[in-house]
């Protein structure tokens, strides 16, 4: 079992960012993505229909042979995750927990900002995760559709990214927060138009950060982790390769091989 | 046979700007639409993962008792229309070719710009369909993947739209065009931002009017419009239609009503 590969996915490449950190804290793991790019996005889609489409992409990472499962999307890990966790016996690891706890650690006024897809907002499962540890903390959230696009565009750090940055955030920016999840895989390319923005008093939360943390403490205590050197990482995909290859280079940073075609549906 | 529906569908919303074309001049035909809005957007998406939703979606459509279909989004006309022509016995009609005709009589100094999905420009369709009618003139294009997420989230007029409009124009403008095809269907209600940015003289093709003006066309001369007074709408959605219905109205210009959710996959 120890000796199995790390499983991540995500809707489409923003998964790579956690994909990235594993990929930096765990580099003799096995890893082995699947990114969902035939039904990219799931942001702005209905809660039943991203648990099916979860459901799907879990059970394929499952039959590749994994040791765990990284829920690597935002979108996903609010609405599916306990679907994931009932139906699969392997740990299942979502991106928003982990993004929670962080807020709450950094937070000094206890005002905290998240941002995310529409569908990620809608849940409003950060505000659920937050005020389980925290129940006396505020919580100021947006919902930020164009990121996403920005950041598939390489135009995270233009004037465009920085001009929507600023409608998106001013509400928050109004409300006082002091600390920033960013609640969507896609938004670690952001962080500087970000912190230009909202200035570096307030703290940015990257979940792909937190996630990869996370994934680690959890195969530690589980004594999961691989004996032998392994590193292997392999990437599959439901629609053709060429625009994830592409894309996903600046998410992961670095180039994208050995990228596989698949049907999952 | 004249009795029955018109048939239009589309990946999302984007297919209602051409829907109420159709409303406007054919307000005693019934009319349905689907709206493919779980695995919405196409336009990033590659040929044949286009291919297989449109024969999915037109199935759907077929089987409801349609005399003809619309194929109301640019990414899957540029490349599933030949496929679904083929499949099906009733008239398919796509939204290139109306367009490119319309340019062609438009343009007065040869040299004619053609913006749409990634899809639709990697594609090549409008080159094609313009330089069949007229081998002379010249075709500048341009992907501009921010339109669509900027017209759902109504930023249509906002001043991100109109800087992100000056930069993915500025080649087109330095090649001189004087015609603009619009080879988006949601790009109609960026309309007066592209006016401001381009100037009054390159004129706009909408490809919603032109399509709508050849389903009449096609349907006169087939003698296939309706004797007895009809006008029902129905609409069909594969993802819930909350979203459908909030982004919709603006692309209809009327409140959606009657949007029943259906599994075509």
């Not at 889609?45 to 979860?54: C, F, G, H």
């Not at 995310?116 to 389980?132: D, F, H, L, N, P």
């Not at 940055?165 to 938004?187: F, K, M, N, W």
């Amino acid at each position: 079992m120890p000796e199995r590969a790390i499983g991540v996915f995500d809707s489409g490449v923003g998964g790579l960012t956690v994909f990235k950190e594993l990929m930096r804290l765990l580099p003799e793991e096995d890893l082995v993505y699947l990114g969902d790019t035939a039904r990219v996005p799931y942001g702005t889609k209905s809660a039943d229909t991203v648990r099916r489409y979860s459901l799907e992409a879990a059970s394929f990472l499952v039959s590749q042979g994994i040791k765990a499962l990284v829920v690597a999307c935002n979108t996903a890990s609010s609405v599916a995750l306990p679907t994931l966790q009932e139906h699969f016996d392997i740990p299942v690891i979502g991106v928003i927990e982990p993004g929670a706890r962080r807020a709450v650690e950094l937070t000094r006024c206890g005002m905290i900002g998240v941002i995310g897809t529409e569908g990620t907002v809608k849940s409003g499962a950060y505000t659920r995760a937050i005020q389980a540890v925290a129940p006396e903390l505020q919580i100021a959230s947006a919902a930020c559709p164009l990121f996403v696009p920005l950041a598939e565009e390489g135009w995270a750090n233009h004037e465009v990214a920085r001009l929507t940055a600023r409608e998106y955030l001013a509400p928050l920016v109004a409300q006082g927060i002091d600390a920033l999840v960013l609640g969507c895989t896609h938004y670690p390319l952001l962080k500087s138009t970000l912190t230009g923005v909202l200035g570096r008093e307030v703290l940015l939360v990257d979940s792909a950060e937190e996630t990869a943390n996370c994934v680690v403490q959890k195969l530690e205590s589980g004594d999961m982790l691989r004996s032998a050197p392994g590193g292997a990482r392999r990437f599959f995909v439901t629609d053709v390769p060429t625009r994830f290859e592409r894309v996903g280079g600046a998410f992961l940073g670095a180039s994208l091989e050995n990228v596989t075609q698949v049907a999952i549906d």
